[in-house]
């Protein structure tokens, strides 16, 4: 047994499977997982600058350029030019974006509980002891991409 390789291999499809159960409770649009991690950036910091946005999602800016032109299209999220630099703009996500951000939030939580009491009991406390060691794990990736 490989405990990297079998985590590794769990993590996409918990994502995936949070996800679609969240988007059928609620009836969410189809939000790729790329855009709500975005918001989600956006609403943690107020606003920011595209740069920061890479910076934090750890992508390209490219890539966060394309996100943000189909975003922006959607609603989703505002650009705000600066008003000391005309070539600088702040992102923020639109009030649209964090009602819908709030939304898959609540109802993924729900889901992830409903999913949660239909475990045993010692499986639920297995995740429940587990939850400090994920939080402590993704401190020590962040820590490599250094």
């Known amino acids: 047994m490989d405990t990297a390789t079998d985590l590794g291999r769990l993590i ?41 946005v890479a910076a934090r999602l750890r992508v390209a800016p490219s890539t966060v350029s394309n996100l943000i032109r ?25 009030p649209h974006a964090l009602d819908l951000l709030s939304r898959y939030d609540r109802v993924s939580a729900q889901a992830l509980r409903q999913a949660l009491t239909a475990l045993a009991p010692d499986s639920r406390r297995a995740i429940e002891e587990a939850l400090p060691a994920l939080t402590e794990l993704i401190g020590a990736l962040e820590g490599q991409r250094g």
């Open 12 to 52: 996409g499809p918990l994502r995936r499977a949070v996800l679609v159960r969240t988007r059928r409770a609620a009836d969410l649009p189809d939000l790729p997982e790329a855009q709500i991690e975005l918001l989600r950036v956006l609403s943690d910091a107020g606003g920011l600058a595209p740069r920061e």
């Open 70 to 94: 189909a975003m922006t299209a959607a609603g989703l999220v505002e650009r705000k030019p600066s008003s000391t630099d005309l070539r600088t703009v702040t992102l923020t996500a639109s």
